[in-house]
C-alpha cells in the first residue's frame, strides 16, 4: 500500500465509484496446505471502484438510506450482502450491463459484464496491503485504537468516531480509497476459515458456507496484533453500522490463440544429464537408423507398436460402446466429483472418478487421466476404496481440478478384477489367456479415452496423463500405446524392464527375460513422440542409468525438431516424489494443455 505523509481531511472532488479502476493481472506463491505443492495463484485483471459505494450513490439507485452515520459522501453502511448485490444488479440494469446475480440463489456469473462484489482473492490483490503493517497505520486510514484492555474506549470511540467521507485518505498504488478502515466490506466469498486457494485461476472462494467474508476494517477496528489480518466473516442477512461494500466489474478477456513453442530456457528446470550421460545410451538398441524422415519414423513406429501389442496382448472381444453409470455425485469446495463405473468389457466395469472443476476456465476442457491402485488417492478423498492416502503430494487429480483441469482418476484392475492380485490375475488368464495385466491396462486407458471421446465438454487435443509408481507405469504405457494420450508424465515407473518388477505376474510375469534385448522401454518412450513426456525419478526405481533411454528416445524427437520434448527431472530424495517434482510435474502438464 502507498502510505502517504499527509493526511487529506476532506474528500478528494470528483472521485466516484463510477470511474472504475483497471486492476492489472495479478501472481502470487503459496504453499498449498492440503497438498504441501507450492502454487501459483492468478488473478486476472478486473475493474474495481476507487472508493466504497456512497449514500448519494446508492439513493440514486435505490431511493432510501439505510445508513446510521449520515453524509452523501459517506460510505453507506447498515445493509446486508443480499441488499449489496440487489444494488449491483439493479445498478447494471441502470447503465445496460448483464446483471451478475440470481438474486433467489445468490449465485453470481462471473463471466457476465455487470457490477458485482470482488471475490476474496480479487479485494487482496486490489488492497496490495503490505506484509507488516506499520506501527501508525491509523494515520493512513480511517480505523480504530491499538488498545485491547479498556472496553470504555470503544464506548468513546462509538461516541466520537464515524466512517468519514471516501477518500480521505491517501490511496493505494493502485488509486484505490479505503481499502483499510472506515466501513468493512462485503465480498463475493462463502466464507472459508482454512482460505485455501481451492483454484489456482480466479479462485472463485468457498463452494458452499453459512456467512459471506469481510475484508477491511472498520473505523473501530483494532490496529492490533489482534487485526488478523482484517478478515472476517457474517451471515449474509445481517446488517451494521460498520458494514458497507464496493463493486468490480469483470473484463473480458480476448481468446489467444495456443502456441506450443517453448523456450530452450523453460526446459532447463528440468535438469541436466550428469557427467557421462550426456547423450549415452548404454547397451540399448539404435532406434533411428537408415531413417532420416519422419513419414519414414511413422511406419517405423507402428512397426513397434505391432510387436507391442503381441508382447502385451489384449482381450479377445469386441470393444465395448462407450457407456458409464454414476455411482454418487460429490459438491466439494473445488470440484464437483462424480463417482463412476466405466463399462471395459461386457460383464466388467471399471471405477472412475470425475473431478470437473466449479468454475470453468474454458468451453472445451482439458483432461488429466490419473491412474492409480484406487481412485481415492489421486483424489485425495476417502470413498472407500481398498487404498487410500491423505492429501499429499500423490494427490495428482486433486492438484489437476484445482488448476481447472477435468481430473479423471481411475482404478488399476487388480484392485478391481477379483479378491487381491493372485485371484485377479487368474480371473483375467481364464478370461483372456493371451492378455497380459499391462495388456488389460492398456485395454481400459483406450475405453475410458473411448468414452472421453464422447463427452461434448471435453478438449480432445488436450488430454494429459500423470501417473507414480504403479501409476507411472500405466501412463507409460497407455501414452505410448494411444496418440490420443497428448502429453505424459510418470514418476518412479522404473524406466528400464530391469528397472523394477516388471517380472511380476500382474504386469508381464517371468517371460519377458525371454525377450530380444533389443525390446527395452526406449522403444516406448520413441513411440510416444512428438508429444511431450517427462520423467520423473527419485534415485529409488528410476536413477541416473534413466537417461540412456531418455537419449535413446530423443533419436525420435529430434525427427520431430525438439528432442527436449522428452525431459527427465530426478529428485534423488527417495520412491515418494517431492513437493518440487510435483510442481515441476503440473507446470508440465500446464505447458502443454492450457
Not at 466395469?349 to 481412485?375: A, G
Request: with cysteine; aromatic share 12%.
Amino acid at each position: 500500500m502507498r502510505l502517504g505523509i499527509a493526511i487529506m481531511l476532506c474528500p478528494v472532488i470528483g472521485i466516484s465509484a463510477r470511474d472504475l479502476v483497471r486492476i492489472p493481472t495479478g501472481v502470487r506463491e503459496i504453499v498449498d496446505p492440503v497438498t504441501g505443492v507450492k502454487v501459483t495463484v492468478k488473478i486476472n485483471e478486473f475493474l474495481m471502484c476507487p472508493t466504497e459505494i456512497t449514500q448519494r450513490e446508492w439513493i440514486e439507485v435505490i431511493g432510501d438510506n439505510p445508513a446510521v452515520y449520515r453524509g452523501d459522501e459517506r460510505p453507506v453502511e447498515n445493509v446486508s450482502w443480499w441488499d449489496a448485490i440487489r444494488y449491483a444488479n439493479l445498478r447494471s440494469l441502470r447503465e445496460g450491463l448483464e446483471p451478475c446475480y440470481d438474486l433467489v440463489t445468490g449465485e453470481c456469473d462471473l463471466t457476465k459484464s455487470g457490477y458485482r462484489l470482488p471475490t476474496e482473492a480479487e479485494w487482496e490483490h486490489a488492497a496490495a496491503l503490505p506484509e507488516r503493517m506499520p506501527t501508525d497505520i491509523a494515520k493512513y486510514a480511517n480505523l480504530g485504537s491499538a488498545d485491547t484492555k479498556d472496553p470504555a474506549l470503544l464506548v468513546l470511540a462509538i461516541r466520537e468516531k464515524s466512517t468519514m467521507p471516501v477518500a480521505s485518505f491517501p490511496p493505494n498504488k493502485y488509486g484505490l480509497y479505503d481499502m483499510l478502515g472506515n466501513v468493512w466490506e462485503w465480498c463475493n466469498d462463502w466464507f472459508n476459515p482454512e482460505n485455501t486457494p481451492q483454484a489456482l485461476l480466479n479462485p472463485p472462494g468457498a463452494l458452499w458456507g453459512v456467512a459471506r467474508v469481510l475484508r477491511g476494517g472498520s473505523f473501530l477496528s483494532t490496529t492490533s496484533r489482534w487485526a488478523r489480518g482484517y478478515r472476517t466473516s457474517m451471515e449474509p442477512g445481517y446488517k451494521s453500522r460498520f458494514t458497507g461494500f464496493r463493486l468490480c466489474r469483470s473484463l473480458k478477456r480476448a481468446t489467444q490463440p495456443r502456441t506450443e513453442l517453448v523456450s530452450a530456457k523453460w526446459f532447463e528446470k528440468f535438469g541436466q544429464p550428469p557427467a557421462g550421460f550426456e547423450t549415452a545410451t548404454g547397451s540399448l538398441s539404435p532406434l533411428t537408423e537408415h531413417i532420416s524422415s519422419v513419414a519414414e519414423w511413422q511406419a517405423r513406429k507402428e512397426v513397434l507398436r505391432a510387436k507391442w501389442r503381441r508382447l502385451l496382448g489384449a482381450p479377445n472381444i469386441p470393444v465395448p460402446v462407450p457407456q458409464a453409470r454414476i455411482v454418487r455425485t460429490f459438491e466439494e469446495q473445488n470440484y464437483t466429483g462424480k463417482l463412476l463405473y466405466l463399462q471395459v468389457e461386457p460383464e466388467h466395469w471399471e471405477k472412475i472418478f470425475f473431478m470437473t472443476p466449479v468454475k470453468r476456465i474454458t468451453r472445451l476442457l482439458p483432461v488429466v487421466i490419473v491412474p492409480y491402485y484406487d481412485v481415492d488417492t489421486p483424489a485425495g478423498a476417502n470413498m472407500g476404496g481398498r487404498s487410500f492416502m491423505p492429501p499429499s503430494v500423490r494427490s495428482f487429480a486433486y492438484m489437476a481440478a484445482q488448476r481447472g483441469f477435468l481430473a479423471v482418476a481411475v482404478r488399476w484392475f487388480g484392485e478391481s478384477y477379483a479378491e487381491s492380485y493372485p485371484e485377479a490375475v487368474a480371473a483375467l488368464k481364464l478370461r483372456h489367456p493371451n492378455c497380459t495385466g499391462l495388456g488389460k491396462w492398456v485395454w481400459d486407458a483406450q475405453r475410458l479415452l473411448d468414452y472421453l471421446y464422447t463427452l461434448p465438454e471435453v478438449d480432445r487435443n488436450r488430454i494429459g496423463m500423470i501417473g507414480h509408481s504403479l501409476g507411472g507405469k500405466m501412463t507409460l504405457y497407455a501414452a505410448a500405446m494411444d496418440d490420443r494420450v497428448t502429453v505424459a508424465v510418470s514418476s518412479e515407473p522404473g524406466i528400464g524392464l530391469s528397472f523394477s518388477n516388471y517380472d511380476d505376474y500382474w504386469y508381464f510375469g517371468e517371460f519377458i527375460h525371454k525377450w530380444d534385448r533389443a525390446t527395452d522401454h526406449h522403444e516406448l518412450l520413441a513411440m510416444v513422440a512428438p508429444r511431450p513426456f517427462l520423467l520423473i525419478g527419485g534415485d529409488d526405481s528410476d536413477k541416473d542409468q534413466s537417461w540412456y533411454y531418455i537419449n535413446a528416445a530423443r533419436e525420435g524427437y529430434s525427427l520431430f525438431g525438439d528432442p527436449r520434448r522428452i525431459s527427465y527431472f530426478n529428485h534423488r530424495k527417495g520412491h515418494t516424489p517431492t513437493p518440487e517434482a510435483v510442481e515441476l510435474s503440473m507446470e508440465w502438464l500446464a505447458k502443454f494443455l492450457e
